[in-house]
């Protein structure tokens, strides 16, 4: 086959999925949105104080009195979000671009900034007709399954993380959608036993998603999947042994069903695994030392999580949102006694909406979590938010 054929063949793969290929394109459009956004938190109980302006039950201690006594009044501003995003010519297709901050640090790059307020990147990517290539929401997540809350992080069972992918989503119309995506790897290795070096990741390969959603007026149903591959080595020792790799696999099933259209919503969302505790929004880790202590061996660490919510809308100007998510893991044989094991969330809310950009009202939060050992600690606070949004761009 020549050249030209094989450019033909290629132009003809991607131009169907090009929906309009032959229209001109549209002017330049800018707008800056996002939202100020402060947080009042009266907490009844206590967590760890890095991470108390929001509930994840992973910082919840399991020891009473470990981080002070009980009761804490906490002010954040940290949610506040601004982003700049904007559609430009592009030949056949217009180059759709964003970038969004918010000022909550996760401690990716600054551990010293896990939690605290900073300038944390949200999103940067650019899409250009199928095609997309930066920071966004993970194709193993559902980025439409997010409840009314206010609560920074939200329930602990769902699948959530942004991650830099290159990802191509074919346009056939209808009903039904698929994508797929390289994304960037990287994973939560729990040390080894005193003992035994420690492990550091090695990422040779990228982590491979794919979604494949339908559409109906009642709502729609997603599945989406992941492969990994998580590698390890040892960091100071001979060969760098021991080294090698497990795969890592998820599932994520998720809906939103409209029971009563713009009164009642309801959100469920079931993903399970091995090795995808970092692609979970409230979990750890991906690999832990399993076996025998004369013969241990990283396992990728399994998981189940659940989460289910219900969206009222009471009144345009009244709405509420109620639910539980928990996440389960199966701590390998050597992960030690105070390794995670369960976190539960649940939350309800009343949200008044004077307008389509103010929103404010309390929520009640309760989270617990559960070691590998059985020890427990739970976790109770009222959170009052204020939120005022805001856009360049025409209202819709």
């Known amino acids: ?47 760890d104080p890095t991470w108390d302006s929001t509930l994840r039950p992973t910082r919840v201690p399991t020891v009473s009195g470990t981080f002070g006594s009980d009761g804490q009044a906490i002010f954040s ?15 056949p297709q217009d180059l759709r671009a964003k970038i969004e901050f918010d000022f909550y640090g996760r401690g990716t790059d600054r551990p010293d900034a896990a939690g605290q307020a900073t300038i ?50 074919p346009r056939f119309g ?57 590698g390890y080595d040892s960091a100071g020792t001979p060969n760098n ?10 599932l994520n099933a998720s809906s939103t069903i409209r029971v009563l259209p713009d009164r009642l919503n309801l959100l469920v969302a079931v993903a399970g695994g091995a090795g995808i505790s970092n692609y979970m929004n409230d979990a750890t880790p991906d690999l832990a030392a399993g076996g025998s202590a004369a013969d241990p061996k990283p396992e990728a660490v399994k998981l189940i999580g659940i989460s289910a919510y219900a969206d009222v ?18 701590n390998t044989s050597l992960q030690p006694a105070a390794a995670f094991k369960t976190g539960q969330y ?9 307008t389509s950009d103010i929103l404010f009202g309390p929520e009640l939060l309760w989270g617990q979590r559960k070691d590998k050992s059985g020890a427990s600690g739970d976790d109770v606070r009222l959170q009052i938010s204020f939120k005022y949004a805001f856009s360049s761009g025409p209202r819709s």
């Open 1 to 47: 086959m020549t050249r030209t054929a094989l450019a033909a063949l290629a132009a003809a793969a991607l131009l169907p999925a090009l929906p309009g290929a032959q229209d001109k394109p549209t002017k330049p459009t800018v707008d800056v949105y996002g939202f100020a956004m402060v947080d009042y938190i009266q907490d009844f109980r206590r967590i």
């Open 77 to 91: 501003a940290r949610q506040s979000r601004l982003g700049v995003k904007g559609t430009f010519p592009g030949g």
């Open 120 to 169: 944390r990147l949200r999103r940067a990517y650019g899409e250009w007709g199928p095609i997309l290539g930066g920071l966004t929401d993970s194709l193993f997540m559902d980025d439409d399954y997010w409840p009314n809350i206010i609560d920074y992080w939200g329930p602990s069972g769902m699948v959530f993380y942004r991650n830099v992918q290159i990802r191509y989503s």
């Open 174 to 230: 209808g009903p039904q959608s698929i994508a797929i995506a390289l994304e960037r790897p990287g994973s939560d290795l729990q040390a080894y036993p005193e003992d035994l070096p420690d492990l550091v990741s090695d990422n040779k390969l990228p982590d491979l998603t794919a979604r494949y959603r339908v559409t109906q007026k009642w709502g729609y149903v997603q599945l989406s999947g992941i492969l990994r591959r998580l």
């Open 241 to 250: 042994e021991p080294k090698g790799d497990v795969t890592g696999w998820g």
């Open 313 to 330: 809308t009471w009144h345009p100007l009244l709405t509420s949102s109620f639910g539980y998510s928990t996440v389960r893991l199966d």
């Open 346 to 354: 649940a939350s309800g809310n009343v949200l008044v909406h004077p």
